[in-house]
């Protein structure tokens, strides 16, 4: 019987992990271990919808005092302080984002060696985690102009669709040709959104589980190693 290609190499990753983690079993490396799958990963993720769990019924919302937004705009304070938390969130997710890169070659190095080190490798491998911070700003930015222009082509299609309907009290069920329109502004639009998630998201595994190896072991440039996994 053929010996399938994969279980060897499966099997001695096994090994190799069971040995890492558990032969013997020490929590300060479990802990190093936890630092540096956290960046690698991206971060706590943070749901409060699964948390908030109380009802207001229509005399508890009575009670809630109310604000004129147009006044709250106005003032300087509030206006500074919402400037200052935009601008602390887009630090820290800078910050993440290099943070991501240099402990995806501390992990790497991790795992190749067997010893869980994170001052040294992260020491040695700032300038390469510069370089997929880059990438990662890069694919960001062109992420984000991608679902604006999708979600701005979105709306204007329906507003263009709906408007005959909603324009007056008077107007009548919208026609064949808005019924088309809307409907290929949200099949395409989903679709665009959707396929263009699928496609960044192997972009970036690409990068990270084929290129970023070969730049640790191989001491290759971020092109260099994008050029020799694509060939």
């Given at each position: 019987m053929t010996e399938l290609l994969a279980f060897r190499p499966v099997s001695t990753a096994f090994a190799k992990a069971r040995k890492l983690?558990?032969?013997?079993?020490?929590?300060?490396?479990?802990?190093?271990?936890?630092?540096?799958?956290?960046?690698?990963?991206?971060?706590?993720?943070?749901?409060?919808?699964?948390?908030?769990q109380y009802s207001l019924n229509q005399a508890d919302l009575s009670r809630l005092p109310t604000y004129d937004i147009s006044q709250a705009l106005s003032n300087g304070t509030i206006i500074l302080i919402l400037a200052l938390v935009i601008v602390a969130a887009l630090v820290l997710g800078l910050i993440l984002s290099y943070l991501r890169g240099v402990f995806s070659f501390v992990l790497l190095d991790a795992l190749a060696t067997g010893n869980?080190?994170?001052?040294?490798?992260?020491?040695?491998?700032?300038?390469?985690?510069?370089?997929?911070?880059?990438?990662?700003l890069v694919t960001s930015i062109v992420s984000l102009v991608v679902l604006g222009v999708v979600v701005i082509a979105m709306v204007v299609a329906i507003v263009w669709a709906i408007w005959p309907a909603i324009g007056s009290l008077s107007a009548g069920p919208m026609d064949?040709?808005?019924?088309?329109?809307?409907?290929?502004?949200?099949?395409?639009?989903?679709?665009?959104?959707?396929?263009?998630?699928?496609?960044?998201?192997?972009?970036?595994?690409?990068?990270?589980?084929?290129?970023?190896p070969l730049m640790f072991?191989?001491?290759?440039?971020?092109?260099?190693s994008i050029g020799a996994v694509w060939g």
């Open positions: 983690l558990l032969e013997p079993f020490d929590a300060w490396l479990w802990a190093r271990l936890v630092i540096i799958t956290f960046f690698v990963g991206g971060g706590m993720s943070f749901n409060p919808g699964n948390n908030l869980v080190r994170i001052r040294r490798p992260f020491k040695e491998n700032m300038g390469r985690g510069f370089k997929l911070f880059i990438f990662n064949a040709p808005h019924i088309i329109v809307l409907a290929l502004a949200l099949v395409l639009g989903l679709g665009i959104l959707i396929a263009w998630a699928v496609l960044i998201g192997l972009v970036v595994g690409f990068v990270y589980d084929f290129a970023v072991f191989k001491g290759m440039g971020f092109r260099q």
